[in-house]
C-alpha cells in the first residue's frame, strides 16, 4: 500500500505547473525549446512534496499495522487470561471438593470407631451403655432403675439368653428374637442393638420403663 501511494504522489512530479506547463512532458508538435521545460526548483519541489506525502503514508501504514497488531496482541492475552481463570476456579472447585470427601471420610471412621468402642463398651457393662441410651430417651434414674429390674428378670441383661420354650432372645427378650434385626443387622451379638430396640419396644408400648415394669410384675412378661 505505500509503495503505490508514493507512485501516485510521485505523479504529482508530471502535473501541470504554473502558467499552464506540463512538467518535464513535451506536447505534440512543440519544440523541444528551453522556454517548454520544467523549471529545476519546481521539479525539485514536487518530488519533495511526492516523498513527504510517501513518507506519512508509510507512517500512517506502520501506525495502523501497530494499532492492529497491538489490538490482535490484547486480545490473544485477554483469552490467555480467561483460559487462566477458567482452569483457576476448576482447580479451586476440585480441591473444594478433594477436602469435602476427606472431611467426609475422616467423621465415617471416627463415626465407626464411636460405634465399635460404644459397642466393647456395651459388651463389657450393658447396664452403663443402657443408662446413656436411657438418658437419651428423656428419661431419668428412677425409670433406669426400673427397666435394670425388669431386664435383669428378663435376661439377666445377657445378650445372649436365649429361651428355648418361646425363642425370646436377648437382654430385651424379644420375641422372637429376629424382630431386633429391625434395629441392626447383629442384633444376635450386638448388646447395643438389642438394647436400642428393647427401648423402642418399651417407649411405643408402654410409654416408659417403670410402666412395662408394672406390667410385667402384674402379668410376669411385657
Not at 82 to 110: D, I, N, T, V
Amino acid at each position: 500500500m505505500p509503495v503505490l501511494l508514493a507512485f501516485a504522489a510521485v505523479g504529482l512530479v508530471g502535473a501541470a505547473t504554473p502558467g499552464g506547463q506540463t512538467g518535464g512532458v513535451r506536447l505534440a508538435g512543440q519544440a523541444g525549446s528551453a522556454d517548454h521545460r520544467v523549471d529545476p526548483e519546481v521539479a525539485q519541489a514536487q518530488r519533495d512534496e511526492a516523498h513527504r506525502v510517501a513518507v506519512i503514508v508509510e507512517q500512517q501504514y506502520r501506525a495502523a499495522e501497530a494499532w492492529s497488531q497491538g489490538t490482535r496482541d490484547r486480545q490473544v492475552r485477554a483469552a490467555v487470561l480467561a483460559e487462566q481463570a477458567r482452569l483457576a476456579e476448576e482447580a479451586r472447585r476440585a480441591e473444594e471438593e478433594a477436602r469435602r470427601l476427606e472431611a467426609e471420610r475422616l467423621a465415617e471412621e471416627a463415626r465407626r470407631a464411636e460405634a465399635e468402642e460404644a459397642t466393647r463398651n456395651a459388651v463389657r457393662d450393658p447396664r452403663g451403655a443402657a443408662r446413656v441410651l436411657v438418658a437419651q430417651h428423656g428419661w431419668g434414674e428412677e425409670q433406669f432403675s426400673c427397666l435394670d429390674s425388669l431386664w435383669m428378670k428378663e435376661s439377666g441383661w445377657n445378650p445372649a439368653a436365649d429361651n428355648p420354650t418361646s425363642s425370646a432372645y436377648g437382654i430385651p427378650q424379644a420375641l422372637p428374637g429376629r424382630k431386633m434385626a429391625s434395629a441392626g443387622a447383629d442384633w444376635e451379638t450386638n448388646p447395643l442393638t438389642q438394647i436400642r430396640w428393647g427401648l423402642g419396644y418399651i417407649e411405643g408400648r408402654y410409654g416408659s420403663p417403670c410402666a412395662a415394669w408394672a406390667h410385667s410384675r402384674s402379668h410376669n412378661w411385657y
